[in-house]
């Protein structure tokens, strides 16, 4: 599988919010803590970059704002007004984690990557690329979350 030097391009600010939203619910890792986490995504080239990314089925995958209607979703997302779906380099992989619990049941919870699958999805593509991790491979970066 391939490997990226310097893996999605992330920027310092960049992070996942595991934490109770009005609009996506609960995405708290219920495993760790009931409190709201947050991981600067940046903490994680390092591991990044040690590994492969995978093609996954898009629809094993549970992302903030997969179970919404096609009205709050792509063109219409709630966090940016559809445009992070319109600005989407589906070549850049997600981050997913395996193996803990989602909202949706399915086998990853999405970290990074969301607006990227509803692109991929509006192409009717059934894949995308992402690396995987698992929650003892973000533990150590994870942080209390204060709104």
Not at 52 to 74: H, M, N, P, T, Y
Not at 122 to 129: A, P, R, V
Request: charged content about 30%; aromatic content about 8%; proline content about 4%.
């Amino acid at each position: 599988m391939k490997r990226l030097s310097n893996p999605l391009n992330l920027l310092p600010g960049e992070k996942s919010n595991f934490d109770f939203d009005i609009i996506y619910g609960d995405w708290r890792l219920h495993e760790i803590s009931s409190n709201p986490l947050v991981l600067k995504l940046v903490d994680l080239i390092p591991t990044l970059k040690d590994k492969s990314f995978k093609l996954v089925k898009l629809d094993e995958i549970a992302w903030k704002g997969f179970d919404l209607g096609l009205d709050q979703r792509g063109d219409n997302c709630p966090c940016c007004s559809g445009m992070r779906f319109k600005d989407a380099d589906t070549t850049i992989a997600g981050i997913l984690l395996e193996g803990i619990n989602n909202p949706g049941g399915r086998k990853y919870r999405c970290i990074d990557g969301k607006h990227r699958i509803e692109a991929l999805l509006s192409y009717e593509i059934k894949t995308g690329i992402f690396y995987k991790l698992t929650l003892d491979e973000i533990r150590n970066h994870l942080m209390k979350y204060d709104k």
